[in-house]
């Protein structure tokens, strides 16, 4: 799941942003509102959170500029407020949810697993391929009945990969997905994480290469 933290208190935007990459989503971060605008308009988020009150551009104009662009993306709110005609209005604007300060960060991270999935389409909450299974609300991976550990980065291309259903993910797909912006595409951090995930699961080999074209389980 890729996410952007639009937040102007640079602590909490960052604090947020290590505890959701440790969930093995792929965050980036801004401090404003026309970072975050330039943002959405060049990269496909599945869910934003957006602090209402920002700089620059309010957050609410950034709502309706993601409202505007017709995509999947799904927004959560963020407010000190917490007024309920305030909750009202970020929703009547477009937000899909609504969370005010201080938050439980559990509670926010459930919040954007959420929208995560309404911004993707409907899928088991459990994904089951060639014998892996993988829960991502808790966080689990086993094949068959033996429970496989996994670094963040490597669970996310592994969701990534089941969640193609069989089809192939190419390593751009996968760099969009499971890493930040900040990752430079060529280098060779796909090819490695992929490399590392392959012997975790053990044989037989369930993920295939598909020479120039990607990976596919």
């Not at 959560?76 to 970020?90: C, H, I, K, N, Y």
């Not at 389409?121 to 391929?129: A, G, H, I, N, T």
């Not at 595409?185 to 796909?190: A, H």
Request: glycine content about 6%; charged content about 30%.
């Amino acid at each position: 799941m890729r996410v952007l933290v639009v937040e102007d208190e640079q602590l909490l935007a960052d604090t947020v942003a290590v505890g959701l990459r440790r969930q093995a989503m792929a965050v980036d971060v801004v401090y404003d509102g026309a970072a975050a605008t330039e943002r959405v308009d060049l990269n496909d988020y599945d869910v934003v959170v957006l602090d209402r009150d920002l700089p620059l551009v309010h957050g609410d104009d950034v709502c309706r500029h993601i409202v505007r662009l017709g995509k999947a993306t799904r927004v959560l709110m963020l407010t000190a407020s917490g007024d309920v005609s305030d909750r009202v209005e970020g929703l009547e604007i477009g937000a899909d949810d609504y969370l005010p300060k201080p938050f439980a960060f559990s509670e926010l991270i459930a919040r954007v697993r959420a929208l995560g999935r309404r911004a993707t389409p409907p899928l088991p909450p459990v994904l089951e391929r060639s014998g892996i299974r993988l829960d991502p609300n808790r966080r689990e991976v086993f094949r068959d009945d033996r429970q496989i550990h996994l670094a963040p980065k490597e669970f996310a291309v592994l969701e990534v990969l089941l969640r193609g259903d069989g089809a192939v993910v190419s390593a751009e797909q996968l760099l969009e997905k499971a890493w930040d912006e900040n990752t430079d595409p060529f280098t060779n951090v796909v090819r490695v994480t992929v490399m590392t995930l392959r012997r975790k699961l053990g044989d037989p080999p369930v993920i295939t290469t598909v020479p120039g074209a990607g990976y596919r389980i």
